[in-house]
């Protein structure tokens, strides 16, 4: 008969004293009175409820006890740590969660079983979107955003057997543009130059951080001035920017799938500029309308007000979030030019920064905009088109529509 091991007794007995430290968390609320389940028990006693009515909502009320505070979320992420798993299953297969070896987190599509043949029609959309705003007589510039995992990166960071497509389709669909004359900026490129990869995003969330973000537009602004639009170097000095670090503060979207067990929590950086600003900052879609100071219009100071692993979102502090369109006038620079980003998430972080450099920032989300694409353009009337996108292994879907 084989006996365990010292490791594995070891492992047992931490899982064992996990479980049980689960369930009492579970039964707390119970005990306490706070249970949504024990309110309707007392209801369904008193007469106060049909026992119909009780078995009909008595599952919304277990989970809502048992999420209460993400107890199960955090057991599951604290025992496969323990279990040394780095490939964590999710409800949805296109989110599974995988450690990489520098210890961070990476979303695989587990249902992809190979790279996706959408990439030449998406880099044909950009040519053709390119090919329209000619006709406007409008300068298109496309932003390869930067990915987790590094060019070449990926047998080195990833588990056996996983495979991730990201930075061959950014490669490839640089080529096509590339070759059609499409002006490009590849960020990969700036960041490698700099500093270790993996420092430059979070641990638990796919994104970039701020400061990755911030170097990329001190980068930006040499290639800005190709197009006419000059910025006052005192905007990318880092001295003249307020940095202030809240610790062990930021969970992430895949930290939040796995919890704060499973390889800890992230620092956020949340920069302040020392210098005068004074923008307007509107999205008539959420009814946003906010003016002053950069830090009362297109921050959002209130999004780091409160740690909050599972609710809050830190990042969010950069622009608020991903909304469909929205306008920064930058007051103090109105003779400037206008400029329309269209961005997807990783376009938050590098949103203030980018405003600096313009009279008008327009953004648009397509992933949520609904309107005509060209319509909205000739509207506008913007000095630069700039389309800020971060090729990931699991995009599929059509980049655009021009209508």
Known sequence: MKHATPRETVTAVLFLLLLLGGCLYALFPFLTGESDLRAALGQLRRGETTV????????????????????????????????????LGDVDPANTVVRLSNDSLQFVDMTQT???DTVADNAQAAVAFRDALAEEDIPFLYIMAPQKIGPGMEETLLPEGIADYGNGYADDFLSILREAGVDTVDLRDILAAEGNWS?????????????AAFYCYQALTDTLETYGIFTDPMYTDEANWEKTIYEDYFLGSQGKRVGSLYVGVDDFTAFTPKFFTDMCYDCDFYNIHRSGAMEESVLFPERVAQMDYFNGNPYTYYAGGDYPLATVENRQNPDGSSVLLLRESFSCAITPFLALSCATLNTIDLRYFTGDL??????????????????????????????
């Open 52 to 87: 119909d009515a009780f078995l009909g909502e008595a599952e919304e009320d277990l989970n809502g006890d048992l999420d209460r505070s993400h107890s199960f979320i955090q057991l599951y992420g604290g025992v496969q740590r323990l279990l040394g798993r780095r490939v």
């Open 114 to 116: 190979g790279p996706k």
């Open 199 to 211: 420092d430059w995003f979070f641990r638990t969330d796919h994104h970039w951080k701020p400061e």
């Open 374 to 403: 060209m319509d909205t353009i000739e509207e506008l009337q913007p000095d630069l088109v700039i389309m800020l996108y971060a090729t990931t292994s699991s995009a599929n879907e059509t980049l655009f529509q021009l209508s």
